[in-house]
């Protein structure tokens, strides 16, 4: 079956240093999503990316927020300058093969835990 | 703002017993989704029902949709230990899943 694959699995910051998190999503996907999850808490959406565009970003997805396909399989998020609120979980998914379309239904990838000391 | 709200925020049942848990929404929406969620791990799709369906059936899984009413159920039956995870309603929005913040579900064998 067909996985997302996230690095790393979990990774400690010092507040205000750079972190970027990768995704390999499911190949040949031209859209990926990632999502966040701060502990115990609801699953938020942060930025969709569709062929090598930003297509829809949230409130949370500020300006110290990016994404890039540096090459052709992988996708990073990168946090500029963390603070202690970033610490969370944070999932890409990719859209599932075998539904019909018009159903956004996501592969997710195990997630990277982000630590903010 | 949040889109899916789910309850209860956490459920103990045993092995054997039902589980159902409610999801409700705000928006008009394309379909509904249900993911489990096992401890520090990514989400995993678990049933699709669509905005013009009422009732759906996957092995122990049913899932009801109201949209008069803006609410789904997820009912799991039979449950196993195995099933112990945090469930999660998420609405297709405009081609986004929005998920609301998880019901936690323990089955004690």
């Known amino acids: 079956e067909p996985e997302v694959t996230q690095t790393p699995s979990h990774q400690v910051t010092q507040m205000g240093q750079e972190v970027i998190l990768r995704c390999v999503p499911i190949?040949?996907?031209?859209?990926f999503y990632w999502y966040r999850q701060i502990l115990g808490q609801k699953v938020e959406f942060l930025v969709s990316?569709?062929?090598?565009?930003?297509?829809?970003k949230s409130e949370i997805f500020d300006d110290q927020f990016s994404v890039e396909r540096p090459d052709g399989s992988n996708f990073t998020l990168k946090i500029r300058s963390t603070k202690l609120e970033d610490s969370a979980m944070y999932f890409c998914?990719?859209?599932?093969?075998?539904?019909?379309?018009?159903?956004?239904?996501?592969?997710f990838g195990a997630g990277s835990r982000l630590t903010v000391l | 703002s949040q889109q899916g709200e789910e309850d209860p925020q956490a459920l103990s049942i045993q092995e054997g017993e039902n589980a159902t848990m409610n999801c409700s929404y705000k928006?008009?929406?394309?379909?509904l989704q249900w993911y489990r969620q096992n401890s520090g791990r990514g989400l995993v799709h678990l049933i699709l029902?669509?905005?013009?369906?009422r009732e759906k059936h996957s092995g122990r899984l049913r899932v009801t949709l109201d949209t008069s009413k803006k609410s789904s159920s997820l009912l799991i039956t039979a449950s196993r230990a195995a099933d112990t995870a945090s469930y999660f309603c998420?609405?297709?929005?405009?081609?986004?899943?929005?998920f609301g913040a998880g019901t936690q579900v323990v089955v004690t064998p």
């Open positions: 029902i669509r905005s013009n369906e």
């Open positions: 928006t008009s929406i394309n379909n």
């Open positions: 190949s040949n996907h031209l859209y």
């Open positions: 998420a609405t297709d929005v405009i081609g986004k899943l929005q």
């Open positions: 990316f569709y062929n090598n565009e930003i297509s829809e």
């Open positions: 998914a990719s859209p599932t093969r075998g539904f019909r379309s018009g159903a956004n239904v996501l592969t």
